[in-house]
């Protein structure tokens, strides 16, 4: 079920989950994250990615985010 990870765990759900939204909001995504995207350049990482990373670990709780990537967003 998930696009870029093999193996299902929480965890890469969340990442993949993450990854989307990052590179829905800024075009790129940080070089540790999977999937065949283009690599956020230092600003982009610092005014962009790593803010919409922390606006998913704040805003939406670990249960509703494996939810969320679970039935596809």
Avoid: S
């Avoid at 065949?36 to 805003?59: S, T």
Wanted: proline residues 4%.
């Amino acid at each position: 079920m998930l696009k870029y990870t093999t193996n299902y765990t929480q965890g890469a759900c969340a990442i993949e989950c993450k990854l989307e939204k990052v590179v829905d909001v800024c075009g790129c995504k940080p070089y540790y994250f999977p999937g065949n995207f283009k690599i956020c350049a230092f600003e982009q990482l610092r005014k962009c990615a790593y803010l919409e990373i922390g606006k998913a670990r704040m805003i939406v709780p670990a249960i509703l985010l494996i939810v969320v990537c679970i039935l596809g967003h």
